[in-house]
């Protein structure tokens, strides 16, 4: 099934779930988890999961449905990128995950890679915000909608370590980019931030 129908199903989620947080009467509560159960079960078929399965994660979320917001570093040393191994795929990305709640997302990023990394950093400025859903960044479907920030840091301390969620932690050339986790990261963005580190004093980029 197409990407369209993911996006289509993600909007009639963040419909049920809004409209069960501004219902105004009992038949308001029946009718939107009705769209919720429907949505649950497209995404359960195209997904070849139980639909009880998504309903009970899906729906760990309540009130006004907004984007997930995911923070990710670009951290230099001698024009190179610092990237992690990932553990569940093998393959590279920038370091970073999702921002938790109480976190700033300059520190959301700060944390994710010394946890990912095992370096201390510290976040100098926003360069880029992106909707994970724009076809142009090339990442698979995903059943929350998304946007990744991502922030230029500064190494400050520590040194490189693994950890559960990371194998591996190294530095690359634009001419060396590992194979990347596509979910994470996309080779468009990374040689964008390479233009970054080359051309310094550009705009924030945003989608």
């Known amino acids: 099934m197409t990407s369209p129908w993911l996006s289509w199903i993600q909007q009639l989620q963040g419909v049920a779930q809004t409209g069960l947080h501004y219902k105004n009467h009992p038949f308001d509560t029946e009718r939107y988890r009705q769209v919720q159960e429907i949505a649950d079960a497209m995404l359960a078929a195209i997904a070849n999961a139980e639909p009880q399965l998504l309903t009970d994660l899906l729906h760990q979320d309540v009130g006004h449905a907004t984007p997930k917001i995911e923070v990710r570093g670009v951290v230099f040393r001698e024009g190179k990128l610092l990237m992690v191994q990932e553990s569940s795929d093998g393959r590279w990305s920038l370091p970073g995950g ?21 370096y201390t950093t510290r976040a100098t400025r926003l360069l880029a915000v992106y909707d994970r859903a724009n076809p142009r960044h090339g990442h698979p479907p995903a059943p929350y909608h998304s946007y990744k920030l991502f922030f230029r840091c500064e190494i400050v301390g520590g040194q490189p370590t693994s950890s559960y ?17 596509p979910g994470r990261n996309g080779l468009n963005q990374i040689n964008r931030f390479f233009d970054f580190w080359d051309h310094p004093d550009q705009p924030v980029e945003f989608d």
Do not use: C, Q
């Not at 959301?108 to 990394?117: D, G």
């Open 165 to 181: 969620e990371t194998t591996a932690i190294d530095f690359f050339g634009p001419d060396a980019i590992p194979p990347l986790s």
């Open 98 to 118: 999702w921002a938790d709640i109480g976190d700033s997302p300059s520190r959301a990023v700060e944390r994710e890679i010394f946890e990912e990394s095992g």
